[in-house]
């Protein structure tokens, strides 16, 4: 029996195979996470693979191919790009960020801002030369 072979764009389909482009493989989850980290981060994968003390080929498999990984793995990999463990498993992160104690500028604002509009725009007045000065002095 003779197969019978298409080429497109420089790769072979057979009969048997879906019409159209073949979709590319899906990265797992972990691995796209650690994909998208890498890349905000502006790290190869070897330069990542440094980090980490393992391979190119090392961090390009945990990227594109399902694995498990030990927690002290995780953890070092998570360090190695600044991020969550959390987020490299695509869970929502449990942590709360909540402000911290209200800088004294902001205070100040806040309580010039029930000031009445008179006295409100002294302070623009005095804010602004202070401003002007410092920017001359730079």
Do not use: C, W
Not at 114 to 121: F, S, T, V
């Amino acid at each position: 029996m003779q197969a019978v072979f298409q080429i497109i764009e420089n790769e072979v389909y057979t009969p048997a195979m879906p019409a159209g482009r073949p979709s590319k493989k899906s990265r797992p989850l972990l691995g796209g996470n650690i994909t998208k980290a890498r890349k905000e981060k502006g790290l190869t994968q070897l330069e990542l693979a440094q980090l980490l003390g393992m391979t190119q080929q090392g961090v390009a498999y945990l990227e594109r191919e399902a694995t498990s990984l030990k927690v002290d793995q995780l953890a070092a990999i998570a360090d190695a790009l600044d991020t969550s463990v959390d987020f490299l498993l695509g869970r929502p992160s449990k942590v709360k960020r909540i402000g911290g104690p209200t800088g004294r500028g902001k205070r100040l604002f806040e309580a010039a801002a029930k000031l009445p509009r008179a006295q409100q725009d002294k302070v623009y007045d005095v804010l602004e030369s202070f401003v002007k000065d410092h920017g001359k002095a730079s």
